[in-house]
């Protein structure tokens, strides 16, 4: 299933609750991806009998890392669905417009800015029956990836 770039697209909590409620119905699994393996996830913790596996990663739905973290895998339920609505959003990236020589630039790497929110840093990707990824995130970059399907649902 074909990805397309989300970033900027969630920064706001009724953005996000949108997409979350399309995903509530679509996901099957949900994995968790834990940018400090040492310090266990809020998820992790609540949502526990969920797990259905865990591993050791250095690469995740495009992101590549030296060091190793832990992934998790969590059966989707309607309750950590409703857990993860308390969340402001993933994160929230602004794309900047600089004034250079009188002409706008946009999107400068230098000035764009990428926010945390109560999500935190640890990414996260939804998968629907057939293993397809719907949604998922580099957090701590701001940026992320949707599913055609999913994304057409967002316009309506």
Known sequence: MKLEDYTGKLNDHESYLKVLKILEEKTKYI???LRNKDIVNEIVKKFKSDIIGSKIV??????KMIKSTKLFRIQATKEIFEFLRKYETFCKYYFSKRVIDNFYESGSILGDVC???DFGDDDIAFFDDLDNILLCTTTHEGYIMISLEIKNEMKD
């Open 31 to 33: 994995e968790l991806v």
């Open 58 to 63: 250095t690469e995740w739905w495009g992101t």
């Open 115 to 117: 926010e945390s929110t």
